[in-house]
């Protein structure tokens, strides 16, 4: 038997593989138009010559986009049964026709934050700068006798524990050093150091 020369086996080859694509690109084609015509096919001219071809079988695979601004196609399942239900056209939902006649608008959500988060940390930040922020003095001036009353109390209260608090640390300050610390473990480490031993000779 004789061999071919390897370029024009080459080229055989390469006709033949390139048929084979050929003919898969146009049964791939052949699929997505008779499926979903309107997704892949060139301004329906595929679509119509498929359905010329299979006697217009091709219709019942066309999707409609559902959308909200216009209403359930009369082909529709879910409208089928409504009407098979006892629902007319035009009139609302339920026993007394007096439910919803349009559809629930669907707002997608772009963010992460949970549902009415974003309602509340609206309402928070309108409320927190609605009005500005009082300085302490502006709240002395407005405040009544019982009010200064209670605040100088509490002014005195506070002042008499931090003076305690401070009795109380003077136990752990150490003279020889100059230190103060504030707990006992601390100070007793430092009495049992050799810097304190080394000033204490």
Not at 168 to 195: G, M, N, P, T, W
């Amino acid at each position: 038997m004789q061999q071919l020369p390897q370029d024009k086996q080459k080229t055989q080859l390469q006709r033949f593989y390139r048929h084979e694509l050929e003919e898969l690109a146009q049964t791939r084609d052949a699929l997505r138009t008779k499926y979903r015509p309107d997704e892949y096919s060139d301004s329906g001219s595929d679509y119509n010559s498929l359905s010329d071809h299979d006697g217009g079988d091709s219709d019942k695979y066309r999707v409609e986009a559902a959308d909200m601004s216009t209403h359930i196609p009369a082909s529709n399942v879910g409208y089928k049964l409504l009407l098979k239900m006892g629902w007319k056209a035009g009139t609302g939902l339920g026993q007394n026709a007096t439910g919803r006649t349009a559809p629930i608008p669907i707002e997608r959500k772009q963010d992460v934050l949970g549902l009415g988060k974003q309602e509340v940390d609206t309402w928070y930040n309108e409320s927190s700068t609605a009005k500005r922020k009082t300085t302490e003095v502006e709240r002395q001036a407005e405040e009544t006798e019982e009010e200064r009353i209670k605040r100088e109390k509490q002014v005195e209260q506070k002042r008499a524990i931090q003076a305690e608090l401070e009795m109380v640390k003077s136990a752990f300050y150490c003279a020889l050093c100059d230190k103060q610390y504030e707990r006992i473990s601390d100070f007793e480490v430092h009495l049992s150091s050799y810097d304190h031993n080394h000033k204490k000779r």
